[in-house]
């Protein structure tokens, strides 16, 4: 069985994601004094007591809002509750008990779940001991003062929560999950794609565009292995990135890269690719991730004879610096070639982490080097002792040289090309450090 999930749930705007950060011990949600900030379900692991569990900040819940971003949060917290074993509901005791908290505590007693009820912003225990009792009314237990934002209070409400766990559970291994970011400037069907994977209205989908500002986590399970997948705020140009929020969530997603294994970096296919793309594209490369390059909306695109292969050339024509990243045309909305994805994860998640021989390696150099010679520079020869692996994700390796400065550029990326043609190395970028002789440090 998977690890225990607590849902956080409550109105907008009483300090879900104050609480959340504090208990997952990071700045993973954006904190905002503005309401509906969170706008997906945010997942995150903690601990507690030894005991692992999964922890989901959700949207504020307007019960009666006719807004389409609220309505859709309302749903998005649904979700939330349905997968949760343990639910906190997470009040204002400023505010005082309000008809939406009302009707909250209405719709958690009908889940049948495990609630755990807290009143917070009591910054001042003895100002706001008499307001905590109006919170008896809503039918759901004791209410449990706390201050998300003083500390206060939170290590007695996550003794209840570890006293309402489900008993006997056995903890999954994350480990073999693959993480994959889910990359691209807005409204390109990053929300739409993983929507398709899960099978589920998992995160928001509307032609709004950066309607996801957070990066949301997504487990997924299915023959071809287990799956996080991390589906990431649309990164705009700076010149557009005016709220302080967007400037979160362009962070946000650059964080999503840092902690993938692989990045799908999607292309809206009627657009073909943009600058905003290349400069996505680019931070995914630059952290030496896996990549894979989504074309979406390809069954709106119109098409003859030849249009695939002349579209695969257009594209490597513009980002050249990923001529060993696979292209995939998809379609998000209709689920075609989707399914083929997982296959290619797989693939280049091998070759982002695949190891060497030392042997090996340096036969391969040594043959590049008989039919390339190494370049010279006034007289002198690039001379090239051997090579050994450094590290995985992606493949780095280390050559010992008589001189770095004669180990031009261009030789580099023929010896590179060298390896990858001998070790495949498909979706990863190859990393070399040159040392001189003598720097024996790796």
């Known amino acids: 069985m998977p690890k225990p999930i607590v849902a956080i749930i409550g109105k907008p705007n009483v300090g879900k994601s104050t609480f959340f950060n504090y208990i997952v011990g990071s700045r993973i949600s954006i904190v905002e004094d503005v309401a509906g900030v969170t706008r997906d379900r945010i997942y995150a692991e903690s601990n507690w007591r030894g005991k692992n569990f999964t922890v ?41 008990v309000t008809a ?34 109006e919170f008896y009314n809503l039918g759901l237990g004791d209410p449990m003062p706390i201050s998300a934002t003083n500390a206060q209070g939170i290590g007695d409400v996550l003794d209840a929560i570890y006293e309402k766990f489900p008993k006997d559970n056995v903890e999954e291994d994350d480990d073999e999950r693959i993480k994959v970011a889910v990359i691209g400037k807005p409204n390109v069907g990053k929300s739409s794609l993983i929507n398709k994977i899960l099978g589920e209205d998992r995160n928001i989908v509307s032609n709004i565009a950066g309607t996801t500002r957070d990066a949301v986590d997504s487990y997924y399970k299915c023959e071809q292995g287990k799956y996080t997948f991390i589906d990431t705020a649309g990164i705009r140009r700076k010149s557009k990135v005016t709220e302080s929020i967007e400037k979160y969530s362009v962070m ?18 009627l657009e073909g690719v943009t600058d905003q793309d290349a400069k996505i594209a680019g931070e995914a490369h630059e952290a030496g991730k896996g990549i894979i390059i989504v074309v979406n909306k390809w069954d709106e695109y119109q098409k003859d004879t030849g249009t695939l292969e002349k579209y695969k050339k257009e594209v490597y024509a513009k980002l050249s610096y990923l001529s060993y990243a696979p292209i995939i045309f998809i379609s998000a909305k209709t689920g075609q070639r989707v399914n083929k994805l997982f296959e290619m994860i797989n693939y280049v998640a091998e070759q982002n982490s695949k190891r060497v021989t030392t042997a090996m ?36 390796f280390v050559i010992f040289v008589n001189k770095k400065e004669l180990f031009h550029f261009s030789y580099e990326r023929y010896i590179i090309n060298q390896i990858r043609k001998e070790f495949d190395l498909t979706g ?11 720097e024996e440090k790796i």
């Open 252 to 269: 946000r997603s650059l964080l999503a890269i840092e902690r993938a294994d692989v990045c799908l970096m999607l292309i809206d296919a």
């Open 100 to 133: 939406t908290d009302k009707e909250i505590a209405l719709m958690l007693q009908k889940s049948k779940k495990p609630i755990v009820l807290v009143c917070n912003k009591v910054d001042d225990y003895q100002k706001y001991k008499n307001d905590i009792y």
């Open 428 to 438: 990863t970028p190859v990393r070399i450090i040159v040392r001189e002789k003598g």
């Open 56 to 96: 989901i900040d959700t949207a504020g819940i307007e019960p009666n809002s006719d807004d389409v971003i609220l309505s859709q949060m309302k749903r998005q917290a649904a979700i939330a509750i349905d997968v949760a074993d343990v639910i906190i509901f997470l009040t204002d005791v400023r505010q005082g």
């Open 361 to 396: 390696l340096n036969q391969v150099i040594n043959e590049a080097i008989a039919i390339v010679q190494p370049p010279t520079d006034k007289g002198k020869r690039l001379k090239i002792f051997y090579g050994t692996q450094a590290s995985t994700k992606p493949p780095t």
